[in-house]
């Protein structure tokens, strides 16, 4: 029996989900379209009624996809999640 090997090749490559900052509501590593910054929000950032831990002030609009529900997936992973969807990482 031959063995299997996995291969980033053969990766599903589903369409990352893409939300604007005020329509966030899932933990997760986000990475904005644009400047390819990541961002990381862990559940805790998230709770309902609560103080937002991040916020983020422009004239621009502002998209963010995202990598990974982990907000600690590593970084290289999250790189190449970015390169697989032809997203240019700014970390």
Known sequence: MAKQ?????????????ETDWEDLTE??????????DLYRFP???LIQGGSPL???ESHGASRLLQVSTDPY???????????????????
């Not at 997936?73 to 970390?91: D, G, S, Y």
């Open 5 to 17: 090997e996995n291969s980033i090749e053969s990766a599903h490559r589903a369409k990352l989900r």
């Open 27 to 36: 933990a997760g590593a986000y990475v904005e379209i644009g400047s390819g």
């Open 43 to 45: 559940k805790e950032a």
């Open 54 to 56: 991040v916020t983020k």
């Open 73 to 91: 997936v590593t970084t290289m992973k999250a790189r190449l999640i970015c390169a697989q969807h032809n997203v240019e990482p700014n970390f």
